[in-house]
Nanobody, 115 residues
């Protein structure tokens, strides 16, 4: 059974940092492209960052220079380091694992940035 479990969300003030984790099981993690997506209330889900099997990364323009995606194949886990958080980063963050036409999603973790 495939499982993706996100953790690390919470309530922070603008300018602070959070590190999200997505632990996976049931997949050959190292061959999957991993991604972090977010969905804010009333908005469509958007790609935040992705990292390929080979370590190539891609970021949404809105988070470039502030967020960093990384993966630990030994731990079957992908991370999202989020620095200099802004109120507009508030959303439910979900990770996914993609291989060809197959995609698996986690349940998501809430990130709220507010003073």
């Amino acid at each position: 059974q495939v499982q993706l479990v996100e953790s690390g969300g919470g309530l922070v003030q603008p300018g602070e940092s959070l590190r999200l984790s997505c632990a996976t099981s049931g997949i050959i993690f190292r061959i999957y492209t991993m991604g972090w997506y977010r969905q804010a209330p009333g908005k469509q889900r958007e790609l935040v960052a992705s990292i390929s099997m080979g370590g190539s990364t891609n970021y949404a323009d809105s988070v470039k220079g502030r967020f960093t995606i990384s993966r630990d194949n030994a731990k079957n886990t992908v991370y999202l380091q989020m620095n200099s958080l802004k109120p507009e980063d508030t959303a439910v963050y979900s990770c996914n694992a993609k291989l060809g036409a197959g995609i698996h999603w986690g349940q998501g973790t809430q990130v709220t940035v507010s003073s």
